[in-house]
């Protein structure tokens, strides 16, 4: 990633959720109204709760989520920094009434979305170090993904797509294709719940609907990931064991592009069916690492050309929501031992994790 606003080179997929209800399909989410002495306070994890996205920038990892709190309280939004993904900082809010679902990174800007009490949903947007705002916004705001300079938000299946450039003016846009969001390294991508249904555009306003080939074993896509030089969907689809009764979740090809024809290949090679979500992806470049709630699963760059490794992470107690990567670690977040505790993993190579406590 490029230290300047918004050049993203990590594929990033938007968090598949609604500040209204939860959805198992790719949302996208938007925003507006500048609070100003609204409130809040300093926020203490305490290590209880939920963390529900995490971001990369060229210096810093943030990371956002939900604080547990008593009924009477109602959710506490939370976020922390850490430049190494092992020593953790709380990052002070003006106010932190809510929830945080998703957060994006574009240069030294994050901005993070999810329900607000206060109104439908929440836009809190800033730098670490320096100082963050919180807008409220009447659209149901759950998704946020970065690229080429812009932010864009969205609420899925509902309208409300916004872009903006510094993520403190946002400029309503209309995307075709809305129900997922994508920054898949080189475009936004808009996708919808029937195969074969996108959205295109390269800054965010101006988008095209690309006709693509439908793969009649898959039923939605989750996401879009540009990784080397390949293009990755994932979705669900059938599982190739005749007898399951379940759907699977799959990682497929998308290409080679002819024009405005996108080609859905069929299952890449030596990937495992599993019935778990795909939540999120990273890359450093060597290897892939993608994560779903029960599982990490690790290959060598170019995908396809070796078998992919499944970590069941279940034993730890552990509940991934998504990972990011900068300067030589992968870390992964969620939850831990049966929703009690926040979690923040590290690993060098995918394979190996070290889970580290936050303030």
Request: charged content about 15%; aromatic content about 8%; proline content about 5%.
């Amino acid at each position: 990633m490029n230290a300047s606003i918004g050049t993203r080179k990590e594929p990033r997929c938007a968090h598949a959720r609604s500040a209204r209800r939860l959805s198992r399909r790719g949302l996208l989410w938007g925003l507006t109204f500048l609070c100003g002495g609204c409130g809040g306070g300093q926020q203490t994890s305490g290590d209880a709760g939920r963390l529900s996205a995490i971001a990369a920038s060229d210096e810093w990892f943030v990371t956002v989520g939900t604080l547990a709190r008593p009924p009477s309280e109602g959710a506490s939004s939370a976020i922390f920094a850490s430049r190494d993904g092992t020593r953790w900082s709380v990052v002070a809010l003006p106010r932190t009434d809510g929830s945080l679902w998703d957060v994006a990174a574009s240069g030294a800007t994050f901005v993070a979305v999810g329900p607000s009490r206060a109104g439908n949903s929440q836009v809190v947007t800033g730098t670490v170090g320096g100082s963050w705002q919180v807008v409220l916004n009447g659209a149901n705001l759950g998704q946020v993904v970065s690229g080429n300079g812009r932010f864009l938000t969205g609420a899925g299946v509902e309208a409300g797509n916004n872009v903006s450039t510094d993520g403190s003016a946002w400029t309503a846009v209309t995307v075709p294709v809305h129900d997922g969001l994508a920054f898949d390294g080189r475009a936004f991508v808009g996708f919808g719940r029937l195969p074969g249904s996108f959205s295109i555009s390269q800054d965010g306003s101006s988008w095209t609907a690309p006709a693509a080939s439908a793969d009649p074993t898959l039923n939605g896509m989750f996401c879009v990931a540009t990784v080397g030089e390949q293009v990755l969907g994932f979705g669900s689809a059938r599982c190739s064991d005749p007898l399951s009764s379940q759907g699977c979740s799959v990682v497929q090809l998308l290409g080679p592009k002819d024009g405005d024809v996108w080609e859905l290949s069929s299952t890449l090679p030596f990937w495992t069916d599993s019935i778990d979500d795909l939540r999120a992806i990273a890359s450093d470049g060597q290897r892939v690492v993608v994560v779903s709630p029960n599982t990490i699963h690790v290959t060598p760059l170019p995908v396809g050309s070796q078998p992919w490794t499944d970590l069941d992470v279940r034993p730890w107690e552990w509940s991934l929501a998504d990972v990011a990567y900068r300067d030589g670690t992968f870390v992964v977040v969620g939850n831990s031992r049966g929703g009690a505790s926040m979690l923040v993993a590290t690993s060098a190579d995918g394979a190996t994790w070290t889970e580290v406590s936050l303030p």
